[in-house]
T-cell receptor, first 113, second 116 residues
Framework: DAKTTQPNSMESNEEEPVHLPCNHS???????IHWYRQLPSQGPEYVIH???SNVNNRMASLAIAEDRKSSTLILHRATLRDAAVYYC??????????????FGKGTHLIIQP | DTGVSQDPRHKITKRGQNVTFRCDPI?????LYWYRQTLGQGPEFLTY????????KSRLLSDRFSAERPKGSFSTLEIQRTEQGDSAMYLC??????????????FGPGTRLTVL
């Protein structure tokens, strides 16, 4: 899987939107962009994924740049429960295989009350 | 369904001992994954199963590590002759498998291993 680059940490205030960036300049045409997050003392959990178009779900939105070399995870109204490490991961499932997720260090999101 | 479960949640052992961890995936999930996570790092992929077949094991850290999924349901991860460097969180995940953009992985709470 191709490599991603994320800021080590970000801080935001409760009830404000949060934009978490991810750079993936070497992304291939078959790479999907996945986001997972890991709350303290828990295993990672899936947040959202996309290929080319922007995506929305109940947890977040994913904005993908037109050239696909970067993306942004958007939490529309952060709560204290959103404090976690957020991982941006590229996955190529075109070969039909699954293989494991390649996690980087992620972005540690701190939410201030 | 209660999600992926792992047992034990914590394990303390002495160097040189063998340890075995168990993972119960979500029912009917065909794929099962093992990861290791050390402090301050993201999880590191170790191995995965499609039903009972172990399709990737080259990422296992050494020949002291082995995993099984004998009936395609639960899985075990064994570490023989543990070393202090094996101290970490061991995570299990499962997925249903499917189309190109699916295969969302669901993680268990992990087993924290401390080797003294």
């Amino acid at each position: 899987d191709a490599k991603t680059t994320q800021p080590n940490s970000m801080e935001s205030n409760e009830e404000e939107p949060v934009h978490l960036p991810c750079n993936h300049s070497t992304i291939s045409g078959t790479d999907y962009i996945h986001w997972y997050r890991q709350l303290p003392s828990q295993g990672p959990e899936y947040v959202i994924h996309g290929l080319t178009s922007n995506v929305n779900n109940r947890m977040a939105s994913l904005a993908i740049a037109e050239d696909r070399k970067s993306s942004t995870l958007i939490l529309h109204r952060a709560t204290l429960r959103d404090a976690a490490v957020y991982y941006c991961i590229l996955r190529d499932l075109s070969g039909g295989g699954a293989d494991g997720l390649t996690f980087g260090k992620g972005t540690h999101l701190i939410i201030q009350p | 369904d209660t999600g992926v479960s792992q047992d034990p949640r914590h394990k303390i052992t002495k160097r040189g001992q063998n340890v075995t961890f168990r993972c119960d995936p979500i029912s009917e999930h065909n794929r099962l994954y093992w990861y290791r996570q050390t402090l301050g790092q993201g999880p590191e992929f170790l191995t995965y199963f499609q039903n009972e077949a172990q399709l990737e094991k080259s990422r296992l850290l050494s020949d002291r590590f082995s995993a099984e999924r004998p009936k395609g349901s639960f899985s075990t991860l064994e570490i023989q002759r543990t070393e202090q460097g094996d101290s970490a969180m061991y995570l299990c995940a499962s997925s249903l498998g499917g189309g190109l953009d699916t295969d969302t992985q669901y993680f268990g709470p992990g087993t924290r291993l401390t080797v003294l």
